[in-house]
């Protein structure tokens, strides 16, 4: 009876470590997510605070079509827009921690993916001087009754992930280049799709400087808030979330 108490203790004291040790993971986790979206969110703010005065001095006469006032209107909605990034991905990164995050299938068809993107970084495509080139779609994807299952939002958030990745890194003068094709569902996930289905596949190709296999491992298998090549040495105005969110969507989709 002892030696089974002390059996019984022992399995007491290792459960507990192991809850301790659980708890201090997540409890980290967290830390370093405020201590990251801190961090982030305070040059854009500092931006807005810095725009806010200097419109409050301009002269009473000053109207929306000067030249310097439309140059802050613009650089604020920049402004704005990265720190609405930020806080999107700091919220998706927990509910992602916390199992929290969940799907919402709905039939779509492929060119409702394409036509978003599109409609998204058209206009930012234009500006930095890159052509954003959407390859047609194969004709039996672009058929009528041609649809695929799933959550459209969250897997335009992946693709949006990566055009948005495509276009900060690839110079004036280059082209990032968005296509979709599908291939025959191989069932590896589990999910018992009938026979005969499809599976949808996404491709964006950019003109940018590359990663070697090295920065590329850490971008495919690294931790949550990496950055490698040129986004971890200048700054990519982002939070390092992007990738590790859309692979946390992409396995859940299966």
């Known amino acids: 009876a002892a030696v089974a108490q002390v059996h019984m ?10 809850s301790l040790a659980m708890a201090s993971v997540a409890t980290e986790a967290r830390s370093r997510l405020i201590r990251v979206s801190m961090h982030d969110l305070r040059s854009p703010l500092l931006s807005v605070l810095n725009l806010a005065d200097m419109m409050g001095k301009l002269p009473h006469a000053t109207t929306l079509g000067d030249p310097g006032l439309r140059e802050a209107v613009r650089t604020l909605g920049q402004c704005t827009s990265l720190m609405e990034h930020i806080v999107s991905d700091m919220l998706d990164f927990e509910r992602i921690d916390s199992g929290r995050l969940t799907l919402v299938h709905a039939p779509f068809c492929a060119s409702e993916l394409l036509e978003a993107a599109r409609a998204t970084f058209a206009g930012l ?62 069932n590896n996930s589990g999910n018992n799709a009938p026979a005969g289905c499809r599976q949808l596949h996404v491709r964006v190709v950019d003109e940018g400087p590359g990663l070697s296999a090295a920065e590329l491992e850490i971008l495919l298998d690294g931790e949550p808030f990496q950055q490698v090549g040129r986004g971890m040495l200048q700054g990519s105005g982002g939070t390092g979330l992007g990738l590790s969110i859309t692979r946390s969507i992409l396995a859940l989709c299966g």
Request: proline content about 3%.
């Open 9 to 18: 203790a022992e399995r007491e004291r290792s459960t507990q470590a192991v």
């Open 125 to 186: 495509a234009v500006e930095k001087g890159v052509r954003l080139e959407i390859a047609p779609i194969d004709a039996g994807l672009a058929a009528e009754g041609a649809v695929f299952v799933g959550d459209l939002r969250r897997l335009q958030q992946c693709v949006n992930n990566g055009v948005s990745n495509a276009l900060k890194f690839t110079e004036a003068g280059k082209a990032v280049h968005l296509s979709v094709f599908a291939t025959p569902h191989t």
